[in-house]
């Protein structure tokens, strides 16, 4: 999702979060949250990724693999969300990006899902294509709002369109103040079918967990209690 699509959904990273968002992945999903948006930190992450594929079955070169994990952790680091995932094939194909943003003001109620529900329905990169399928949800962590859409993005120099298909969450989890929106896209149609499974699987097992100590910032001069990142 690009920072303008954040900016037409609301106001983000505007408040202070005690936690992170988490989720039962398997081992399909690779992580790509960077807490640095530094090259360097781009390049150590993929570079530990790419350790996790089996040589014999990759179908692409590891510096390719490599590079293109780089690129996307630092695309995603600038759009700003508090948890980015993407999912492989073996042969190091990828097939999907799942990313978690969080909406909300200091001392500003948030709308209710159906207030939001306009917002929820907009992309701002691409046109929706047909109808989207909506549906309320409810999930451990609170009230949720489902919407699967397929997106005409209009391609470089006007050349026609680009489809792709977007699954997107719209949570509100309960006792916080945040509304969250859950995001997975992908390109290959053929495969719809098993990557919505494989996000409708993993949204009942979202919740919000302490921010480790490693991300939590240090109190200035010595002083008790801590200051959090998501």
């Excluded at 917002?119 to 309320?136: N, T």
Aim: aromatic share 8%.
């Amino acid at each position: 999702m690009e920072r303008d699509q954040q900016e037409s959904m609301g106001s983000t990273n505007d408040v202070e979060e005690d936690y992170i968002v988490d989720f039962d992945f398997d081992d399909g999903w690779l992580p790509l949250t960077l807490h640095e948006g530094t090259r360097e930190a781009a390049r150590q992450m993929a570079a530990g990724l790419v350790e996790q594929f089996n040589p014999l079955k990759l179908g692409v070169g590891k510096s390719d693999l490599q590079a293109e994990l780089e690129n996307l952790a630092l695309t995603a680091f600038e759009a700003g969300p508090v948890l980015t995932t993407v999912a492989y094939t073996e042969a190091g194909i990828l097939l999907a990006d799942l990313s978690v943003f969080a909406y909300g003001e200091d001392d500003v109620q948030r709308p209710s899902p159906q207030e939001y529900l306009p917002q929820l329905m907009k992309w701002s990169y691409a046109q929706v294509k047909g109808e989207a399928q909506v549906s309320d949800v409810q999930l451990p962590i609170g009230s949720a709002v489902r919407v699967q859409a397929v997106l005409a993005e209009g391609r470089r120099f006007g050349w026609g369109k680009k489809l792709s298909e977007a699954l997107r969450y719209g949570v509100w989890p309960d006792g916080q103040e945040e509304i969250l929106v859950v995001e997975a896209r992908w390109a290959n149609f053929e495969r719809t079918d098993e990557l919505t499974d494989a996000v409708d699987r993993l949204m009942p097992t979202m919740r919000l967990l302490p921010v480790p100590a490693e991300l939590a910032e240090p109190a200035p001069d010595g002083a008790s209690g801590s200051t959090s990142e998501t």
